[in-house]
Antibody, heavy 126, light 107 residues
Framework: QVQLQESGPGLVRPSQTLSLTCAVSGDSISSGSYYWSWIRQPAGKGLEWIGRIYISGSTNYNPSLKSRVTISVDTSKNQFSLKLSSVTAADTALYYCARESVGYSSSHYYHAMDVWGQGTTVTVSS | DIQMTQSPSSLSASVGDRVTITCQARQDITNYLNWYQQKPGKAPKLLIY???NLETGVPSRFSGSGSGTDFTFTISSLQPEDIATYYC?????????FGQGTKVEIK
């Protein structure tokens, strides 16, 4: 059973870079048709998709964050990472990593985030 | 970005009631829609993928339907453990986007 676990500093200073890692256990990050994603949720608010990476290294980012986001993968450590630069208080949120599975149904491909980490809270404050 | 609008934002129902949540996309997304359940203090959990397919292990009282721009999520008989916020999410176009959520409470 695949499990994801986020880790990283809980407090980041404004204008600095937020760095989080998601460790994958129970399976190789290189196996299967999966994207590895980051999603965030400000306290009491909804979910915002940040971006994803495929094992080939191909990435997709939310245009609202694209200029500040980098997602990378380290297959040797079975983990992937998020970097968000020039953070402000607006980046304070609960950050989740998730696995996005790709399947085939009714003559088309579907995408669904079927495994999630427990989340890690990041506060941006001086 | 494709805007997803859920209604209602919250609802209160009795145990055993049928609960329905709607999700509307600003443009046609075929049936490229998922539903997630988020219990307080927990990560979201996938319940329905591809608009109407039940994820493995999810109770059959949960169901989804719809296509195009209008989608429905139903709990056929509300149980106490269903207290949560439910989100729809489209995967027709990047960036993936979520509805604002519907909080379900027990009356």
């Amino acid at each position: 059973q695949v499990q994801l676990q986020e880790s990283g500093p809980g407090l980041v200073r404004p204008s600095q870079t937020l760095s989080l890692t998601c460790a994958v256990s129970g399976d190789s990050i290189s196996s299967g048709s999966y994207y590895w994603s980051w999603i965030r949720q400000p306290a009491g608010k909804g979910l915002e998709w940040i971006g994803r990476i495929y094992i080939s290294g191909s990435t997709n980012y939310n245009p609202s964050l694209k200029s500040r986001v980098t997602i990378s993968v380290d297959t040797s450590k079975n983990q992937f990472s998020l970097k968000l630069s020039s953070v402000t208080a607006a980046d304070t949120a609960l950050y989740y990593c998730a696995r996005e599975s790709v399947g085939y149904s009714s003559s088309h491909y579907y995408h669904a985030m079927d495994v999630w980490g427990q989340g890690t809270t990041v506060t941006v404050s001086s | 970005d494709i805007q997803m609008t859920q209604s209602p934002s919250s609802l209160s129902a009795s145990v055993g009631d049928r609960v329905t949540i709607t999700c509307q996309a600003r443009q046609d997304i075929t049936n490229y829609l998922n539903w997630y359940q988020q219990k307080p203090g927990k990560a979201p959990k996938l319940l329905i993928y591809d608009a109407s397919n039940l994820e493995t292990g999810v109770p059959s009282r949960f169901s989804g339907s719809g296509s195009g721009t209008d989608f429905t999520f139903t709990i056929s008989s509300l149980q106490p453990e269903d207290i949560a916020t439910y989100y729809c999410q489209q995967y027709d176009n990047l960036p993936w986007t979520f509805g604002q959520g519907t909080k379900v409470e027990i009356k």
